[in-house]
């Protein structure tokens, strides 16, 4: 059985349905799993990116995480990309709010930020967590 990620970041959303269809469409993530409730909002998905993924739901469903994260502001989430500029084309495609054009950082990466339809700010770069020559 194959093993995933060891951390996904989770992230809330008053419309779960329109925030998978910006993550697949606009940022390149493959949608794993969508689960609904009864009134068809987003229970729980599972989107991927490589290696890595990130687990979404709808506000609003009453669960004790929908409750603790009730007050919660944005997150950021950092996505490994082998081509900055190329992904930023895609999103700017799709209309995504740029925060940060590719731009070359002085630790060798070169990266661009951008915002997500309910606020979350997500950076797309070059530099690989976790892959450092110390």
């Known amino acids: 059985m194959a093993e995933g990620p ?9 419309d779960a349905k329109a925030a998978i269809k910006q993550l697949t469409e606009a940022f390149g993530f493959t949608g794993s799993a969508v689960f609904e409730g009864e ?12 290696n890595g993924m990130v687990m979404l739901g709808s506000k609003g469903t009453g669960s004790e995480f929908d409750k603790l994260m009730a007050s919660s502001g944005p997150v950021g989430v950092f996505v490994h990309v082998d081509d900055a500029d190329a992904h930023h084309d895609r999103a700017v495609e799709h209309g995504v709010e740029i925060l940060m054009p590719p731009t070359d950082q002085d630790y060798g990466a070169r990266d661009y930020m951008a915002r997500d339809l309910e606020g979350n700010v997500w950076s797309f770069g070059t530099y690989r967590p976790g892959a450092a020559d110390s």
Request: hydrophobic letters at 40%; a negative charge.
């Open 39 to 50: 009134d068809g909002k987003v229970v729980h998905a599972e989107l991927s990116y490589g």
């Open 6 to 14: 060891s951390i996904c970041p989770t992230l809330l959303y008053a």
